[in-house]
C-alpha cells in the first residue's frame, strides 16, 4: 500500500514548530467517534488536521507541540493497552506504541490529560489551537487554562495569547509534497478504475445504486477504506442536481447518467466526475453539450501554472461555456455582456474547482490580502466545469431538457504547467462510447 512515510510526519511537526512563536504550545484533539444509530459507530475518520501531524489512526487522542521543551517537543495523550477491550475492539497503540512507532517523545494516558496538561501550558506564553470548530475541546482547553488561573495567588503563569492554529497548518497543507503528491496520484488511479468499471457496467433498466456498487468494488479492492464523500450517481434529470444523493432511480434508455466520486487513500481524497449516456451512445444535443463543457475543462487546464492565479481556469470555463450556449442558442446576446451579467449562472452555478487534499473541498486560502492566489507548484485543485439545463426549465427547447454534464479531474501545479492525475478515464465522446461498445460485445 501506498501511504505517507513516517519520516515526513516528522519533518510536518518540526516546519509547524519552527513557524511557532517562541514559547509557545500547540494543542490538537483527534476526531471523536460518531454514534450512526444506538451502539453502531461510523467508521471512524480521523481529523486531517490531527493525521497531518501524526498520522496517528486512533480516537481518543490529543496531540500537544512544544517547541523547545527539554524532555521532547511532541507529547501524545492517548488510550492505554487494554487486553479486554482490544478483544472487542481491535489493538490500540498504547503509550509504549505512540512512542516506538509514531515518533511521540513523551507519551500519557488520555485519561491522565486532566491532571497533566495543565503542568505542562503553565508557564507557556502562546497557546496555539483550533479554536472554534470542536466547542467541547474549546470547554476542555478553558478548563485546563482556569486550573492554572487558579493556581495564580500561588505564582503559576497562564498563557495570555490564544492563537487559531488554522492559519498555519492550512497553509501547510496546501503545498503537497512529493509523497503527498504520491498518494493522491494513487487515490486517483483506483477511482479512475471505478469509473471505467462504472462505464462498463452501464446498462438500460439497472440502478443508479448498480453502478456505485461498481465503485465501491474497485474502491475496496484497490485499499480505499471507503470514498471520499458520498458518491454522486445521477441519471436523466438527477445529473442536474449538484450534490445528489439518492442513488436509487431507474437507468433509462436514452438518458445521461453523471458519476463524481473518488475514493480516499490514507486520508487523500480523490474527486473524478464523468457523464455519459446509459445506452453507450450520446444523442446530438447530449454530445453538443458534453463537447462545450470539455472544451471549457480544456480551456482552464492552460490556465493553471506557476505565477497563475486562482480565479483564471474558473474565467476561463466561463468564457468557453458562455460563448458556446449562445452558439447552442441556450444564451441570447454579447458573449461579454453576458459574462458581466452572470447569464451563465443560470446554466452553470458553481465555480471551476477547489484545493483538493486530505479533505475533498480542502484547507487553504482562495485570496491573499484580497487578491486571488497565484498558483505554486505542489498546489492540487479540480477542474470541473459543468452545464445543467433542469427538466422544468421552460426558457429553452425540449430537447434541451434534463441534460446535466460536469467533467471533472484532479491535477498538482507543476513548474511548467499541471499534471493531471485523473487521467486513467475515457473523456472524449470517441473514447468513452467506444469503451462501452467493447464491453457490450465482451459481455454478449
Ligand atoms: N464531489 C464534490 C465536488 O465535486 O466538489
Ligand atoms: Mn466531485
Ligand atoms: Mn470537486
Redesign the pocket.
Known amino acids: 500500500m501506498i501511504h505517507i512515510p513516517k519520516a515526513e510526519y516528522s519533518r510536518r511537526r518540526k516546519a509547524l514548530m519552527a513557524q511557532m512563536e517562541p514559547n509557545s504550545i500547540a494543542i490538537l484533539p483527534a476526531a471523536a467517534v460518531a454514534i450512526r444509530n444506538r451502539d453502531v459507530e461510523h467508521v471512524y475518520r480521523q481529523d486531517s488536521d490531527f493525521q497531518y501531524l501524526s498520522g496517528f489512526p486512533e480516537p481518543q487522542a490529543v496531540l500537544v507541540l512544544m517547541p523547545g521543551r527539554v524532555h521532547g517537543e511532541y507529547i501524545l495523550f492517548c488510550r492505554e493497552r487494554n487486553a479486554e477491550r482490544e478483544l472487542w475492539d481491535g489493538l490500540r497503540a498504547g503509550q509504549e506504541g505512540a512512542i516506538r512507532d509514531f515518533g511521540a517523545d513523551d507519551a500519557f494516558p488520555i485519561t491522565d490529560i486532566d491532571d497533566i496538561l495543565p503542568g505542562l501550558i503553565e508557564g507557556r506564553d502562546r497557546v496555539y489551537s483550533a479554536m472554534g470548530s470542536n466547542p467541547e475541546f474549546d470547554r476542555h482547553l478553558m478548563d485546563w487554562i482556569n486550573v492554572i488561573r487558579s493556581k495564580a495567588s500561588l505564582g503559576a503563569q497562564p498563557p495570555n495569547e490564544y492563537v487559531a492554529l488554522d492559519h498555519l497548518l492550512h497553509d501547510m497543507r496546501l503545498y503537497k509534497s512529493a509523497a503527498e503528491v504520491k498518494v493522491m496520484r494513487e487515490a486517483a488511479r483506483i477511482s479512475a478504475q471505478a469509473h471505467v468499471r462504472a462505464m462498463q457496467a452501464s446498462r438500460v433498466g439497472l440502478h443508479e445504486f448498480s453502478l456505485e456498487a461498481e465503485l465501491d468494488y474497485e474502491f475496496r479492492k484497490g485499499g480505499a477504506k471507503m470514498p471520499a464523500?458520498g458518491s454522486?450517481v445521477a441519471a436523466g434529470r438527477n445529473s442536474c442536481i449538484l450534490h445528489y444523493q439518492q442513488n436509487d432511480a431507474l437507468l433509462k434508455d436514452g438518458d445521461l447518467v453523471l458519476i463524481?466520486a473518488?475514493c480516499e487513500i490514507d486520508c487523500y481524497a480523490s474527486?473524478?466526475?464523468r457523464t455519459w449516456p446509459v445506452n453507450g451512445k450520446y444523442s446530438a444535443e447530449q454530445k453538443a453539450i458534453y463537447e462545450l463543457v470539455l472544451a471549457a475543462q480544456e480551456a482552464a487546464f492552460a490556465e493553471i501554472a506557476p505565477n497563475k492565479h486562482w480565479n483564471q481556469a474558473h474565467e476561463a470555463t466561463v468564457r468557453v461555456i458562455t460563448a458556446g450556449l449562445v452558439e447552442l442558442g441556450l444564451l441570447q446576446g454579447d458573449v461579454d455582456e453576458l459574462i458581466a451579467s452572470e447569464a451563465y449562472k443560470a446554466f452553470y452555478m458553481h465555480r471551476a474547482g477547489h484545493w483538493l487534499g486530505m479533505d475533498?473541498h480542502d484547507v487553504g486560502e482562495y485570496k491573499v490580502g484580497g487578491e486571488w492566489r497565484v498558483l505554486e507548484v505542489g498546489m492540487a485543485l479540480?477542474v470541473?466545469p459543468g452545464i445543467y439545463i433542469a427538466a422544468d426549465n421552460q426558457n429553452v427547447a425540449k430537447k434541451w431538457r434534463g441534460i446535466g454534464v460536469r467533467i471533472?479531474d484532479d491535477v498538482v501545479v507543476t513548474k511548467t504547467g499541471c499534471e493531471i492525475l485523473t487521467k486513467g478515464v475515457p473523456k472524449t465522446v470517441a473514447e468513452i462510447e467506444a469503451l462501452m461498445a467493447q464491453a457490450r460485445t465482451q459481455a454478449a
Open positions: 464523500y454522486i463524481d473518488g474527486d473524478i466526475t475533498v479540480t470541473e471533472e
